[in-house]
């Protein structure tokens, strides 16, 4: 099968045929963010589309064809349907450096039917509140990527926690100086909505407010989105009851692998 760079117009018509796994690929392409290969299913449609960017994103059956374009990158992680992940980790792992961490299995949830409002003072983050996410969001970062980012890159880090404030990508429950759940969306599309980086703050966890925040973040996102989701590693268990909590549920499983 021949790679080749897709039209804008195939990657969308490709994403709308599973709009939760492909949220991140729809997202970046309507943005006009990195670089996408693709090979065909023979009838002119798209098979298996891969991002190429800070990550590599693959999707559909047969992406072990982009093992040519893995070992030229110099990607951060293979992240994506466990299956596309799977088929490109085994093609191209002898070009690649050993993966310093391998998180199968992890799933990914949805849910597109408002839960009941839990009361919380969750609202939209501003600039104002900088100050106060930067260190949360790093601890966030940091557990679950194992690197601190404000050591690494502080000034790129900050830059981009203010721009996911200003692109109305941020939410924050605040009370007392104290955060009583923040989350940012990773990618957002007309179908989907995916969410990262949940947190809480450590000195007040185990009292229900992480499911209290997701529960109005949930209500006030599907006023627009059809559908929210994330994804969670398996371990997670108090993070996944939580989910499940508010009616979320499993729809598939991605795969990571970290370099």
């Not at 293979?78 to 002898?94: D, P, Q």
């Not at 070009?95 to 310093?100: C, F, S, V, W």
């Not at 203010?162 to 100086?177: F, H, K, N, P, V």
Request: net charge negative; hydrophobic share 45%.
């Amino acid at each position: 099968m021949t790679v080749f760079e897709p039209s804008y117009d195939q990657v969308l018509d490709f994403c709308a045929r599973a709009p939760v796994e492909r949220v991140f690929l729809e997202d970046v392409a309507r943005r006009g963010l990195g670089r996408f290969l693709a090979v065909e299913d023979g009838g002119g449609a798209l098979k298996a589309l891969c991002h190429a960017g800070a990550n590599l994103v693959p999707s559909g059956p047969g992406s072990r064809v982009f093992a040519s374009a893995a070992a030229e990158s110099r990607s951060r992680m293979i992240i994506g349907e466990a299956t596309a992940v799977s088929e490109l980790w085994e093609a191209a792992r002898h070009a690649l450096p050993r993966a310093r961490e391998d998180r199968p299995h992890q799933p990914v949830y949805a849910i597109s039917e408002r839960p009941e409002a839990a009361g919380t003072a969750l609202r939209a983050a501003t600039l104002d509140d900088v100050e106060r996410l930067l260190p949360a969001c790093a601890a966030a970062h940091q557990l679950e990527l194992h690197l601190d980012p404000l050591a690494r890159d502080p000034e790129g880090f900050r830059f981009r926690t203010e721009a996911q404030i200003e692109e109305g990508r941020s939410w924050i429950w605040l009370e007392d100086d104290v955060i009583l759940f923040k989350a940012e969306a990773s990618a957002w599309t007309p179908s989907a909505v995916q969410i990262q980086q949940v947190w809480v703050d450590p000195e007040v966890r185990r009292r229900g407010y992480g499911a209290r925040g997701m529960r109005d973040l949930v209500r006030l996102l599907l006023e627009t989105t059809p559908t929210v989701t994330l994804f969670v590693r398996r371990e997670n268990l108090p993070a996944i009851a939580a989910y499940e909590s508010i009616g979320m549920r499993k729809v598939l499983e991605y795969r990571s692998l970290l370099f």
